[in-house]
């Protein structure tokens, strides 16, 4: 069964501090990991996919990395308006294009 | 990405009723999905909404409970139906893009209450 974990469940930055939060996974062949972006009464908002171990992408202060068991999101700088919950999610190779996502990493960024 | 529109945004309904959620997309999509996300919980899938064949439902989700239509390749409703408080839950539809990656895109939700 896919598993996903994600860490901190929650996190308190001050602007401009960095940080990183962990996706770890377990999946019968990785097809995709995926983040999202989800603000308060709004659906997630995709923000990367990543394919293979080694891979990274970058958007604006985030970058996220993957590696064979786990993917991090790291926040350069963030401003206030980073603040949301982060959500990680593995698509297998198998089977429809079903996501299984962790609970997600709620930041909280204070000026 | 894909524009999705879902309805209502929110509801609060009687326990032993039931509620239709609308979800339209801007374009033809293949897959269409269903997901559910209980308060301090992942989202979880519901069923995958086929058009033309019945949906498919992932483990501990039936069709009598929670009924889905596809009529189309741009339009899906799920019902909550007979409700319990158990049932308040943020729901979620979302579509795959089959194009260079398989990003799935959600609608905003529809926020349940039942009381």
């Known amino acids: 069964e896919d598993q996903v974990t994600q860490s901190p469940e929650a996190l308190r930055l001050q602007e401009g501090e960095s940080s990183s939060l962990n996706c770890s996974y377990t999946?019968?062949?990785?097809?995709?990991l995926f983040w999202y972006r989800q603000d308060p009464g709004k659906g997630p908002e995709f923000l990367f996919t990543?394919?293979?171990a080694g891979e990274e992408k970058e958007k604006e202060r985030l970058k996220a990395t993957l590696t064979k068991k786990e993917s991090f999101l790291h926040i350069t700088a963030p401003k206030p308006e980073d603040s949301a919950t982060y959500l990680c999610a593995v698509q297998a190779r198998s089977g429809y294009s079903t996501l299984t996502f962790g609970k997600g990493t709620m930041l909280l960024v204070s000026p | 990405s894909a524009v999705i529109s879902q309805k209502p945004s929110r509801d609060i309904c009687q326990r032993g009723t039931s509620l239709t959620i609308q979800c339209q997309v801007d374009s033809q999509v293949t897959m269409m999905f269903w997901y559910r996300q209980q308060p301090g919980q992942s989202l979880t899938l519901i069923a995958t909404a086929n058009q033309g064949s019945e949906a498919t439902y992932e483990s501990g989700f039936v069709i009598d409970k929670f009924p889905i239509s596809r009529p189309n390749l741009t339009f899906s409703t799920l019902t909550v139906s007979n409700m319990s408080p158990e049932d308040s839950s943020i729901y979620l539809c979302?579509?795959?893009?089959?194009?260079?990656?398989?990003?799935?895109?959600f609608g905003q939700g529809t926020r349940l209450t039942v009381v």
């Open positions: 979302s579509v795959v893009r089959q194009g260079i990656g398989t990003e799935a895109f």
């Open positions: 990543l394919y293979s």
């Open positions: 999946v019968s062949g990785l097809r995709g």
